[in-house]
């Protein structure tokens, strides 16, 4: 069975730049959440899918960050614009309905220059 | 409110060395409790859980068991091996939300 998949592995952009972040969750996840990892830190939650509902939002910086989740299967995460500040991993999960289990993909490694 | 603290790294060990990482929380009700590993250049995988109080969790040698009395969910192993080098991240699931409470992290080096 397929993991999480992100891409890309690696951006590099400039501030003030637009960037986005693409996932495909596992097939059948219905659930599918975006984290921001800092250098030394645990993960942070973004925002939570429900389908293509946005359950949860409330640590979206909803003035710069973005998010979709058309047909309720793959997303993108957009940034923009950027700051030096948003210089993280971005990491993508999945799980089923009613299950615990986050899986989580290799992540988007950003720099902001 | 709701928090998870892990002892700080990095851990540094030598292979066939006994292994503790110490993982409390703070959290009302009774949560699941999770260990994740991050290997380097590679995502989070779930090594580990327990859903209630005395449950033990196992996986690849390592095991952890959630006591409420103390609020803990220490990670073990009795023999570290290089290839378990590696950030491991302790994280706590309230029943009524899916979101996840994390750790710092503790970063674990084996050395041969």
């Known amino acids: 069975e397929a993991g999480v998949v992100q891409s890309p592995r690696y951006k590099i952009i400039e501030k003030k730049q637009p960037v986005a972040f693409w996932c495909n969750p596992i097939?059948?996840?219905?659930?599918l959440y975006w984290y921001r990892q800092n250098l030394g830190q645990g993960p942070e939650l973004l925002i939570r899918?429900?389908?293509?509902?946005?359950?949860?939002d409330s640590q979206l910086p909803k003035d710069r960050f973005s998010a979709e989740r058309l047909k309720g299967v793959d997303s993108t995460l957009k940034i923009q614009p950027a700051e030096l500040g948003d210089s993280a991993v971005y990491l993508c999960?999945?799980?089923?309905?009613?299950?615990?289990?986050?899986?989580f993909g290799p992540g988007t490694r950003l720099l902001v220059l | 409110g709701n928090s998870v603290t892990q002892m700080e790294g990095p851990v540094t060990l030598s292979e066939e060395a006994f292994l503790t990482i110490n993982c409390t929380y703070t959290a009302t009700g009774y949560p699941s409790l999770f260990w994740y590993v991050q290997y380097p250049g590679e995502g989070l995988q779930l090594l580990l859980k327990?859903?209630?109080a005395d449950d033990k969790g196992s996986n690849k040698g390592f095991e952890a068991t959630y006591r409420k009395e103390t609020t803990s969910f220490h990670l073990e192993k009795g023999s570290v091996q290089v290839s378990d080098s590696a950030v491991y991240f302790c994280?706590?699931?309230?029943?009524?939300?899916?979101?996840?409470?994390w750790g710092a992290g503790t970063k674990l080096i084996i050395k041969p």
């Open positions: 097939s059948g996840h219905n659930t």
């Open positions: 327990a859903t209630k």
């Open positions: 999960a999945s799980s089923l309905w009613d299950e615990e289990t986050q899986y």
């Open positions: 994280a706590l699931r309230r029943k009524s939300n899916y979101q996840l409470i």
């Open positions: 899918y429900e389908n293509e509902e946005a359950v949860d």
